[in-house]
């Protein structure tokens, strides 16, 4: 199984920036799609981004082009860089890797980070 191991969050003024990382174990990291989920108290988790072998990207419509999904897969490592944090980005974020299946819904994917906190200040 993949091992997942995210870092890079913290606490935050709204309208601030963070740099979230996600570090993998797998030796065939090119090939995975890689997602980052975030869950806040009482919701379900929710896609933010995803990035696919390719490199093609998707955003969840709550970004609005606020976050930037990436990867080095020298460093078999994927990147979330959030700009104008909002206190409602605070929450869990989770690094995935997909499986099968839809690439927005965490039923797809087969291996999890232990999550990162991130909290947004007003």
């Known amino acids: 199984q993949v091992q997942l191991v995210e870092s890079g969050g913290g606490l935050v003024q709204a309208g601030g920036s963070l740099r979230l990382s996600c570090a993998a174990s797998?030796?065939?990291?090119?090939?995975?799609?890689m997602g980052w989920f975030r869950q806040a108290p009482g919701k379900e988790r929710e896609f933010v981004a995803g990035?696919?072998?390719?490199?093609?990207?998707y955003y969840a419509d709550f970004v609005k082009g606020r976050c930037t999904i990436s990867r080095d897969n020298a460093k078999s490592t994927v990147y979330l860089q959030m700009n104008s944090l909002k206190p409602e980005d605070t929450a869990v974020y989770y690094c995935?890797?997909?499986?099968?299946?839809?690439?927005?819904?965490?039923?797809?994917?087969?291996?999890w980070g232990q999550g990162t906190q991130v909290t947004v200040s007003s």
């Open positions: 995935a890797v997909r499986g099968s299946g839809s690439l927005y819904d965490s039923g797809g994917y087969i291996g």
């Open positions: 797998g030796r065939t990291f090119r090939t995975y799609d």
């Open positions: 990035i696919v072998w390719s490199d093609t990207t």
